[in-house]
């Protein structure tokens, strides 16, 4: 009798961090879309990405979104190999934190050629980004500041 085959899942832990100030992988991408296409890492992200750039203990978290403290450890690790969550140890206790630059990765990744030379496909999607974020002045990429656009 044969076995039935079981489809290939693609584990996130296998990927590795992604590189640091190069492009992102596909593999890095997909690690990283995976993370997040789970209902309680989204939870998680997005509830980091409220608190940045402070971050949260464990503990908080896990009472924060009703989750049970094993099963907050695995997300976070996920999330973490993903590179969207940071941890660092505060005392006794480990604080995390959205991995902000890994999400910018990401979504430069995924936004890559994305007008083919025509900015004008752009621009709602920098608005789009900018007035999502919520801060009163956006800052330039040469550090200085601007109002943010309405």
């Known amino acids: 009798m044969k076995r039935a085959v079981s489809p290939k899942l693609a584990v996130v832990g296998h990927v590795g961090p992604a590189p640091s100030g190069g492009n992102l992988s596909s593999a890095h991408a997909l690690a990283a879309l995976a993370a997040l296409g789970q209902q309680t ?4 992200f997005r509830l980091l990405v409220r608190c940045a750039p402070e971050g949260m203990a464990a503990g908080t978290i896990a009472t924060t979104i009703n989750c049970p403290n094993n099963t907050l450890s695995s997300h976070l690790a996920i999330l973490a190999r993903a590179g969207l969550v940071r941890g660092s140890r505060d005392g006794r206790s480990i604080l995390y934190c959205a991995d902000l630059q890994g999400m910018r990765a990401l979504v430069a990744f995924l936004l890559t050629d994305c007008c083919d030379g025509h900015p004008e496909v752009c621009a ?17 990429r040469k550090g200085g500041s601007n109002a943010r656009r309405k």
């Open 41 to 44: 890492r989204l939870e998680i």
């Open 124 to 140: 709602p999607i920098s608005s789009i980004i900018e007035s999502a974020c919520g801060c009163p002045d956006v800052p330039t």
